[in-house]
């Protein structure tokens, strides 16, 4: 027990120890010397095998007496133990991507090879990392080559097994699709599909399973297992063959069976374990046994069930989407039949919420971007930079702000049928002011404002800072609210239902965010603000043409959060999306 005159510290060693470890390595990332560099991990060791408590050596200011800890590195110690943050940290990691520090963890992959990495191609995460390895952009930097993507690929995967990693839904997601279109050209194959929480679309990932229908079973599994990618057979059997991708890692299970049990086992290898659960308990209050096998009766009368939507039917529910199957209230719903019926879907969209292009920190021109957004059948694209503040990633002076606008005039004219509307992606300000003055943000279509910097405020300063900046009459959009990257950083601490209630008061619509390492707000969420009467626009966050595929994810988490099509802002018109966001003011 600490004694009573000493507080406890706010952080423990190992965290204190992990701080330290971080700083060397965003130092290296800047050039600083190897000395500097070294006294941090020198500290950082210290404090790891330190024998005593912590808060003691500090409230006691003990901490010089440790080898290699001079008087600097004894202050910012303290700062730690003290007050949980660091700000010579904060204010170093908020020059550079989050997602560095992780690759600096990778196997042989150093601060020196990091910064090449980023300045070059952009490159700011382990997926990133692993996609411009995938498509041989990284052999071609000063220093790379064939083989060393071909052991940054390796590395990567060591990394994930030894963290245990689940993948995310943005990586494994393509990937399952692939192999699922190879599986529905293989022969007799009559159905097929995914299952699990690649279905469901869950945030993350375990493993994949496909589910398919086919006379004979053994010429769709010999077909999957010498199926390109595959990298190992985990193990075949007469209806079932595991394998293990190349991509990521991924393990995938396909299951072949006679179509008449088609349906009953893609529901019970989509889960979730607990829906199940509680449909067969329903099933039983009826007299009927439901397994992957088919519906039978307690006589073991098998019942015909064409799809999943019979199977509802015998137990006298609504149909469940499979990205509402988690046991959270939908069973009941679909008892009543008050669950939702109208989900938005990918059609329902017109326009793409939340493009960043070359003019901050994005890949490709405003015009690539138009066409690559009306290639996709969008009506519109809001083109949010980032604001000036944020300096690490390329953030708009007002002057050239006023310049791009300009631009999307021209390209406006030049585009037909896409209309890019003239927005930002404004900085909150630790006080809660957004990063433009109100007189710009007056001039602006669509503003967007999000954290980015300053994660480690208590939850009372974070929700104040959230609601004094909802609370500027220009603001139409409140930005991945919670900030979180899934597997990489945690959200902030925010009081989301005092967040989402004044949201609904001003009238600010709030983002759903479809970039994989977001997915913010999270499902529970867009279910709470639907219920305050909180509007919603489904964004891609992109960077660069591709990324506007996360509008799919974006629906997904919507959908699992029970959105309708009447929720989301940008299924209207750009006309009536740019009135929906005034009027809301």
């Known amino acids: 027990m600490n004694d009573s005159k000493t507080p406890p510290s706010i952080l423990d060693k190992s965290a204190v120890a992990q701080v330290l470890r971080d700083m060397g390595l965003l130092l290296q990332l800047q050039g600083e010397s190897g000395f500097r560099v070294r006294a941090y991990d020198i500290g950082a060791d210290r404090i790891a095998g330190l024998t005593q408590d912590l808060a003691a050596v500090v409230s006691e ?40 520090l992780e690759l600096m963890k990778l196997p042989d992959l150093g601060p020196k090879k990091v910064a090449v990495l980023w300045n070059e191609l952009h490159v700011s995460t382990v997926e990133e990392l692993e996609a411009a390895c995938r498509d041989g952009r990284v052999r071609a930097l000063k220093g790379f080559g064939a083989k060393s993507e071909a052991k940054l ?81 985990l193990g075949k059997g007469d209806s079932k063959c595991s394998v293990r991708l190349v991509t990521g890692d991924l393990q995938v299970d396909l299951r072949v069976l006679p179509d008449e049990d088609f349906a009953t086992a893609l529901h019970h290898f989509t889960g979730s374990k607990a829906h199940h659960l509680r449909l067969r308990s329903r099933a039983h209050e009826r007299g009927l046994k439901i397994s992957e096998w088919g519906v039978h009766r307690d006589d073991d009368t098998k019942l015909k069930v064409d799809d999943e939507a019979a199977l509802y039917r015998l137990l006298d529910m609504q149909y469940v989407p499979p990205e509402l199957r988690e046991d959270t209230g939908e069973v009941e719903a679909a008892l009543a039949g008050t669950l939702p019926q109208d989900l938005v879907t990918m059609e329902d969209l017109q326009g793409a919420v939340h493009a960043h292009t070359t003019w901050s920190d994005g890949r490709d021109s405003l015009e690539d971007m138009a066409r690559a957004a009306g290639a996709l059948g969008l009506k519109y694209l809001t083109i949010t930079e980032h604001s000036e503040a944020a300096i690490y990633a390329g953030g708009l002076k007002v002057d050239v702000l006023e310049r791009q606008w300009e631009e999307i005039d021209r390209v406006n004219e030049r585009v037909p049928g896409v209309r890019l509307l003239k927005g930002i992606e404004v900085d909150i300000l630790e006080s809660g002011a957004l990063d433009y003055a109100d007189r710009v943000l007056e001039r602006l279509e669509v503003v967007i404002a999000s954290i980015h910097v300053r994660h480690s405020l208590d939850e009372e300063q974070m929700t104040q800072r959230v609601l004094t900046a909802l609370d500027n009459p220009f603001l139409h959009i409140l930005g991945h609210p919670t900030g979180r990257l899934i597997q990489s950083r945690e959200p902030y601490p925010l009081r989301m239902e005092a967040v989402l209630e004044r949201a609904a008061e001003r009238g600010v619509a709030v983002e759903v965010n479809g970039k994989p390492q977001r997915l913010d707000l999270k499902a529970e969420h867009v279910r709470r603000a639907i219920g305050l009467g909180v509007k919603l626009v489904a964004s891609c966050d992109a960077h660069r043409k591709e990324d506007l595929a996360n509008l799919s994810f974006a629906v997904a988490t919507a959908r699992r959060g029970w959105a309708r099509k009447s929720d989301i802002l940008n299924t209207l018109s750009a006309e009536r999306f740019l009135a929906a966001l005034r009027a809301r003011r």
């Open 61 to 100: 200011g003990r901490l010089q007496e440790l080898p290699g800890i001079g008087p600097a590195l004894a202050e910012k110690i303290v700062e730690l133990v003290t007050t949980g943050r660091l700000t010579a940290f904060e204010e170093l990691k908020a020059r550079f991507p989050a997602g560095l």
């Open 153 to 233: 690929l390796e590395g990567i995967a060591l990394y994930r097994r030894a963290r245990g990693e689940r993948k995310l839904l943005g990586d494994a997601l393509p990937v399952a699709e692939e192999l699922l279109a190879r599986v529905k050209a293989a022969p007799g194959v009559v159905r097929a599909s995914l299952g699990g929480s690649v279905r469901r679309r869950a945030e993350t990932v375990g493993d994949v399973d496909i589910i398919a229908s086919a006379p004979e079973a053994g010429p769709v599994l010999d077909a999957f297992a010498s199926a390109p990618g595959v990298a190992t057979v």
